[in-house]
């Protein structure tokens, strides 16, 4: 989920080729199982989700493919779904450079794979909500926040301008997710925010839900937090 700049991402690339796998690289290899667990239980914690199929979630290490050198940002992780088997794989590259939370990027991957598990009718909910969710339970919230900050220089765009429709929901609006997401976990509180995702899984539109529980409904909760989210 963390990206690197492509000149940075190259030269570790450079650096760190599979054919010169080292012993730090069979020690990460051997931290994969451990990984998923700490992850799931994270998952269950912060969410209230539980994998009704964890052999069907596989957490690897592997080196960048070539191509991913031509990207302009590259992640330190990905997720893909084959057959019904999710499997996340972690970098070696950020990991050899020490740049990456493994626990918190095989978390946020896995949460979005458990919730498609748990709930496979409504695996395209709302982006902000996906994306908030598992970066909530990743731990990885204001790092994320740190990093747009940094990465938004020149000024050009709000780093919190409220909720984006799906088409328009790009990396940036990650602030916006995790804003929201605790904004909503303190609303709630943690039991409530499990109930509120346990409703959304099961149907229910985010907007009415959240309205319901703001006096006026769900613009002013928004207002609310966008204003507050600017102020830090």
Same mark, same amino acid.
């Given at each position: 989920m963390k990206a690197l700049p492509l000149v940075l991402a190259m030269v570790l690339m450079a650096a760190s080729? @599979?054919?010169g796998r080292t012993r730090l690289d069979r020690e990460l290899d051997g931290k994969a199982t451990g990984l998923k667990a700490k992850a799931l239980k994270r998952i269950e914690e912060k969410l209230g989700l539980t994998s009704p199929a964890p052999e069907k979630l596989v957490v690897v290490f592997a080196d960048l493919p070539e191509a991913k050198a031509k990207e302009r940002k590259i992640d330190a992780s990905d997720l893909k779904e084959a057959g019904g088997t999710f499997t996340v794989t972690l970098h070696r590259e950020f990991a050899r450079a020490g740049v990456a939370d493994l626990e918190g990027e095989a978390t946020?991957?896995? %949460? *979005? %794979?458990? #919730?498609r598990q748990v709930y496979p009718k409504r695996d395209k909910v709302a982006a902000w909500l996906l994306h908030g969710m598992a970066l909530h339970a990743s731990g990885m919230g204001d790092d994320r926040i740190l990093f747009i900050i940094a990465d938004n220089e020149d000024k050009t765009t709000e780093i919190v301008d409220? #909720?984006? @429709?799906?088409? $328009?929901?790009? @990396? *940036?609006d990650q602030a916006d997710d995790?804003?929201?997401f605790l904004y909503i976990e303190e609303k709630l509180k943690p039991d409530g925010l499990k109930e509120f995702l346990r409703k959304i899984g099961e149907g229910a539109d985010h907007v009415n839900l959240l309205g319901a529980d703001v006096p006026g409904g769900f613009k002013p909760?928004? $207002? @609310?937090?966008m204003a507050r989210g600017k102020e830090q």
């Amino acid at each position: 989920m963390k990206a690197l700049p492509l000149v940075l991402a190259m030269v570790l690339m450079a650096a760190s080729p @599979e054919a010169g796998r080292t012993r730090l690289d069979r020690e990460l290899d051997g931290k994969a199982t451990g990984l998923k667990a700490k992850a799931l239980k994270r998952i269950e914690e912060k969410l209230g989700l539980t994998s009704p199929a964890p052999e069907k979630l596989v957490v690897v290490f592997a080196d960048l493919p070539e191509a991913k050198a031509k990207e302009r940002k590259i992640d330190a992780s990905d997720l893909k779904e084959a057959g019904g088997t999710f499997t996340v794989t972690l970098h070696r590259e950020f990991a050899r450079a020490g740049v990456a939370d493994l626990e918190g990027e095989a978390t946020y991957q896995l %949460a *979005r %794979a458990v #919730w498609r598990q748990v709930y496979p009718k409504r695996d395209k909910v709302a982006a902000w909500l996906l994306h908030g969710m598992a970066l909530h339970a990743s731990g990885m919230g204001d790092d994320r926040i740190l990093f747009i900050i940094a990465d938004n220089e020149d000024k050009t765009t709000e780093i919190v301008d409220g #909720w984006e @429709e799906d088409n $328009k929901h790009n @990396e *940036r609006d990650q602030a916006d997710d995790i804003l929201a997401f605790l904004y909503i976990e303190e609303k709630l509180k943690p039991d409530g925010l499990k109930e509120f995702l346990r409703k959304i899984g099961e149907g229910a539109d985010h907007v009415n839900l959240l309205g319901a529980d703001v006096p006026g409904g769900f613009k002013p909760l928004e $207002k @609310e937090w966008m204003a507050r989210g600017k102020e830090q």
